[in-house]
């Protein structure tokens, strides 16, 4: 509050706060030659004088309006907005105020003794010189801003752009090419284009597309500070997620606090001394107004000593009415602020006989809070000081919400740990620090394993629960100085600023490995969840912020890779091969839409007559530098990236549409596709192919498919379904690679299948192996009991194809036989098959 009070000689005057470069025309000057002036002065009003004496005033809308009649060279005195409305220069602001509240007007034009025009003032200008930045403070521009504005195609003319401000009566318009905003078009930029006589130019062509935003949320007090910084008179108004939502103007801004302005304040203070001298009756009805004050209303006399207080006085500070009067309202003060904030405070009030700011002052009770405090001079008719008058507003809640604000904006709303910004803050200081005094720095990439899963299995709720135990246990685990954040998702990310005097940190991130994987007790379930952490080490693996947090990225795919629950520091070698393997992936994206797939056929025979009898569609990808790249490497890599479908779809339509043109030709055999485990589980299989046979007019019986054992133990429900779907219809079904993974007889004698393919790894040593004899063997004899078809894969020598004819194996493929082969070769050798048995 105050503690001693300055001294005002005088009262403010028009004189003091009007513009004076009054800039003037006279009644016949043609509307073209206004227009004109208006636009090289960048102004928006014009005072129209004869003699120097005002008689008309003529606004930018006045010449908008009338060039869209068609009448630019009427004289002023024709459309004038006239008689004009004056004010004495000698006059006093507050008179100023009056006169545009009981007028109805927002502009005067400013004459001197003699009654010539010497200036204009604007009701803007009457509320500026008491400061209005306390209503600014507590508004945002959303309350205010136009939410539907008007808009206009880039590519119509300025002429079309004119009619829709004249019709909306507004002051601006959104600019918009191909669906986006792009820019604004105001009055000022159509004077300034009708000067140039481009009133027919297109405003794509003529108008800048940079577009200014302001936040929304954002205070009306901040909006001005960007419109003062960019001089603009109108912007676009945005949501958080950065979407255009209105336009605000700056008169917006002003109009939105003068009325309110007005009429409080001056009620309020500054009628203070009129109202001393006027009846008894509207004593009575100011002080009701100050009763009934949501804000905080403190009168003193010029002695400093207090006169009245509201009840909102009390209910801020605690203290009663009584317990104030006569005393000085330092009583109030908190001690945070020095003698020279209240040397500007006073100078403030000598030159413009008001203050208005943010300050910390103390309740009765002893707590300290922040306010915002507006402290006005009132005169007498001599410009004398009789009182001061403050008002002031508890800003506690408004701080705590800045408050929250900023968490939001430096931490991880559901963990509470710091977010990613806030680290990158943290892990510069550390980086730099460390160079400063030769020290090392850790960061670790923390990955929780297979956290998908818990989400699915258990919900997003108990998930969350999961996350907030996970980075509760690793902060507990860290030293004065070291950091855990969350990125977002299941990523947490340390920063370990001891390493030099911690040669253990071994030690330590493995006891974090098994901290973290104890049993998590959530709502009387028990939940274990593991990570994967990946380290790199500042100078020795990167010597910036980000490529050391990619290092880290790269030693948690090695973790991950090893078997989860693991920890791994950086390698470069085994970094080239991840960076490697990405490149391979983005490749791979592209791959499919450049067309480097083509399928690769090799063909099978009957073992009892030599005969072939179907063959095998293999996808082969040419890679533009690489060759030919092995299925084994972008297989795998393509069901990671869940590319695994498209490329499905193209094996599935190519190898039909093979089949069409064969049998255009006279060749008849079947074509056997590979279907991965993923397909299963992301489209219905069984109506895609069934849709590509009907495309291509083919019949089922000339196309099978393959399934690994692990389509019956990731989707045994879809599978299972697919099958039957498919059978039904004639096309054959067949396990591959019997043997190799979790092969149980449950799903071979409760699903329907016709084929079962010995993988290669039981045929190579087949010839020195009793064991590898006895286990294929036993496949074919369960096979035929379960009246499947037995087909050995990876045939390479005599020996083999007899030892397997002999144990009744029904088919064979394999390099003995012939390689997989282009299409047309596979034909020419469908044609010519030479006798192999």
């Known amino acids: 509050m105050i503690s001693s009070l300055p001294q005002i000689k005088s009262q403010l005057r028009v004189r003091h706060i009007a513009q004076s470069d009054l800039i003037t025309s006279t009644p016949d000057a043609p509307a073209i030659s206004l227009i004109e002036t208006m636009a090289n002065k960048r102004i928006g009003c014009i005072v129209i004088c004869e003699n120097h004496y005002p008689v008309g005033i003529v606004t930018r809308r006045d010449l908008i309006k009338l060039w869209l009649d ?225 804000e905080a209303i403190v009168i003193c006399n010029r002695d400093a000593q207090i ?163 996970i980075g509760r246990r690793v902060e507990a685990q860290l030293d004065d100085g070291d950091t855990v954040a969350r990125f977002g998702g299941d ?77 791994r520091f950086f390698s470069l070698e085994q970094h080239k091969l991840i960076h490697s393997r990405y490149q391979l992936g983005s490749d791979l994206q592209a791959a499919i839409s450049n067309g480097e797939f083509q399928l690769y056929y090799q063909p099978k025979i009957d073992l009892r007559d030599g005969q072939s009898t179907a063959c095998e569609a293999l996808i082969r990808w040419l890679h533009p530098q690489l060759g030919y790249v092995s299925p084994a490497e972008f297989i795998p890599l393509a069901e990671d990236m869940g590319l695994i479908t498209r490329i499905g779809e193209f094996v599935i339509e190519e190898a039909c549409l093979q089949i069409s043109e064969w049998c255009k030709h006279g060749l008849e055999t079947t074509v056997a596709i590979n279907i991965s485990a993923k397909q299963f589980l992301h489209v219905d299989i069984a109506f895609q192919i069934m849709t590509m046979l009907d495309r291509y007019n083919i019949p089922p019986h000339l196309l099978s498919i393959e399934l690994t054992e692990s389509c019956f133990l990731h989707c045994l429900e879809e599978t299972q379904k697919g099958i039957n779907t498919l059978r039904n219809q004639g096309i054959q079904v067949a396990i591959d690679d019997f043997g190799t993974g979790y092969s149980s007889l449950s799903y071979l004698r409760n699903i329907a299948l016709d084929i079962l393919k010995i993988d290669r790894s039981f045929l190579v040593d087949i010839e020195q192996s009793d064991v590898d004899r006895s286990i294929v063997s036993s496949i074919i004899e369960m096979s035929h009991v379960l009246g499947l078809k037995v087909v050995a894969e990876g045939i390479e020598s005599r020996a083999q194809l007899e030892i397997l004819r002999d144990m009744g194996c029904d088919q064979m493929q394999g390099f003995l036989l012939a390689r997989p082969m282009p299409a047309e070769a596979f034909a020419h050798w469908y044609l010519h098959q030479p006798d192999t048995l």
């Not at 460390?434 to 956290?451: K, L, M, P």
């Open 70 to 294: 068609k009448n630019q060279i009427a004289p002023a005195a024709q459309f004038m907005t006239s008689p004009v409305l004056t004010i004495s220069e000698d006059e006093s602001v507050d008179k100023a105020g009056l006169r545009f509240i009981s007028d109805d007007v927002r502009h005067l034009v400013v004459t001197n003794a003699a009654g010539e025009a010497c200036g204009i003032i604007s009701e803007t200008d009457v509320v500026n010189s008491h400061g209005m930045e306390h209503d600014l403070f507590l508004r945002s521009v959303m309350d205010i801003a136009d939410q539907s504005p008007e808009s206009i195609n880039g590519n119509e003319t300025v002429l079309s752009a004119l009619k829709i401000l004249k019709e909306s009566g507004r002051s601006a318009l959104f600019i918009s090419l191909k669906d986006k905003i792009c820019g604004i078009f105001t009055e000022r930029d159509a004077i300034a284009l009708l000067a140039s006589k481009k009133q027919n130019d297109s405003i794509a062509e003529l108008c800048s597309h940079t577009l200014v935003t302001i936040e929304q949320d954002l205070s009306l007090y901040n909006a001005r500070k960007v419109f003062h910084e960019h001089q603009f008179q109108h912007l676009a108004t945005t949501d958080l997620q950065g979407e255009i939502t209105g336009l605000i103007s700056y008169s917006d801004i002003l109009n939105s606090v003068e009325h309110d302005y007005v009429y409080r304040l001056r009620e309020l203070l500054n009628e203070r001394d009129i109202a001393l001298e006027q009846s008894q009756h509207n004593l009575r009805l100011a002080d009701k107004v100050i009763e009934a004050s949501m």
């Open 307 to 469: 006169l009245r207080v509201n009840p909102s006085f009390t209910e801020i500070t605690g203290y009663l009415s009584d317990e104030v009067l006569g005393k000085n309202p330092n009583i109030l003060s908190s001690g945070r602020h020095n003698d020279e904030f209240y040397q500007q405070m006073w100078q403030s009030l000598l030159k413009k006989g008001l203050w208005q700011g943010e300050i910390w002052n103390k309740r009765k009770d002893g707590t300290v809070y922040p306010e915002w405090l507006s402290i006005t001079a009132i005169t007498d008719e001599n410009g004398d000081i009789s009182q001061y008058a403050s008002i002031f507003s508890d800003l506690t809640e408004m701080k705590k919400s800045e408050a929250r604000i900023k968490r939001l904006a430096y931490f991880d709303e559901l963990t509470k740990l710091p977010n990613r910004k806030l680290f990158n803050d943290r892990l510069q200081l550390s980086l730099g620090y460390a160079r400063e005094h030769e020290h090392r720095v850790a960061v670790a990439y923390i990955d929780v394993d297979f956290f998908q899963q818990i989400n699915d299995l258990h919900g997003h709720d108990i998930g969350d629960k999961v996350l907030k135990e």
């Open 491 to 567: 990523e947490f990310n340390l920063i370990l600023t001891d390493v030099d005097n911690n040669p253990h940190i071994s030690e330590f991130l493995n006891r974090l490995l098994n901290t973290i994987s104890q049993p998590i007790l959530i709502e009387d379930t028990e939940l274990k969840a593991t990570v994967s952490i990946g380290v790199s080490f500042f100078p020795t693996d990167a010597t910036d912020a980000e490529t050391l947090l990619k290092c880290a990225d790269s030693a948690v795919h090695l973790a991950k890779d090893s078997g989860r629950n693991s920890l």
